[in-house]
């Protein structure tokens, strides 16, 4: 089946350094790629929508600037959380979609950030 | 836009016993409706889904049917193990009915006690 890897799973950095997370489509080409992030006690708030070779589309109170996404090809995004703060200590989850409109859509394993 | 409602966990419940989560929507149109499953430190797995209304999607022994009704989807299994234990979490799309971006609910904790 489909799988989304993402990369890294955990990663420890110091507050204001930045980060990169890696989500990739092993198998299959992904036109479109979601940025989740998992708050405590389990919601999960949809960041931005990534699309390959055009601009992120980022949802109502998400720092853009904070928060860069880069959908350089049909098979790797890349989330970057700039200037990283204590409070952007999270669950970052990115998923693919298999296709375009009302294909299946994949999860990666999720990237477990903490800046210290 | 579209919402969705999940009853709040923790659920915990023994080996073999019957699980219910409930999971009520509000929507433009019937939109397709999702359970995924989320195991400890892991993303998430589409557990079913159905794509009309009075259609049951069902997994791995779990059920659950598109009620228009009463505008629910709730997750059912009869018997439930150890190996259940995870976040559940019910979803829909953010609007009309592109299942391509989705709305999750809060999530449901179960824990599953041999």
């Known amino acids: 089946g489909a799988v989304v890897s993402q990369h890294p799973s955990r990663v420890i950095c110091k507050s204001g350094t930045s980060v990169k997370i890696e989500c990739r489509s092993l198998?299959?080409?992904?036109?479109?790629m979601f940025w989740y992030r998992q708050f405590p006690k389990q919601s999960l708030m949809l960041m931005a929508t990534?699309?390959?070779?055009?601009?992120?589309?980022?949802e109502q109170g998400v720092e853009k600037d904070k928060f860069l996404i880069n959908h350089a090809s049909l098979t790797l995004s890349t989330l970057t959380v700039t200037s990283a703060h204590p409070e952007d200590s999270s669950f970052y989850i990115c998923?693919?979609?298999?296709?375009?409109?009302?294909?299946?859509?994949?999860f990666g394993n999720g990237t477990r950030l903490t800046v210290t | 836009g579209n919402s969705v409602t999940q009853m709040e966990g923790p659920v915990t419940l023994s080996e073999e016993a019957f699980l219910t989560i409930n999971c009520t929507y509000t929507?433009?149109?019937?939109?397709?409706l999702f359970w995924y499953v989320q195991y400890p430190g892991e993303g998430l797995q589409l557990l079913l889904k159905?794509?009309?209304?009075?259609d049951k999607g069902s997994n791995k022994g779990f059920e659950a049917t598109y009620r228009k009704e009463t505008t629910s989807f709730h997750l059912e299994k009869g018997s439930v193990q150890v190996s259940d234990s995870a976040v559940y979490f019910c979803?829909?799309?953010?609007?009309?009915?592109?299942?391509?971006?989705?709305?999750f609910g809060t999530g449901t904790l179960l824990a599953v006690q041999p």
């Open positions: 159905a794509t009309k209304a009075d």
């Open positions: 979803a829909l799309p953010f609007y009309g009915g592109a299942t391509n971006k989705l709305i």
């Open positions: 998923s693919a979609l298999e296709g375009a409109y009302n294909s299946p859509l994949h």
């Open positions: 929507a433009t149109g019937y939109p397709s």
């Open positions: 990534s699309n390959e070779g055009s601009k992120a589309t980022y």
């Open positions: 198998d299959f080409q992904a036109t479109t």
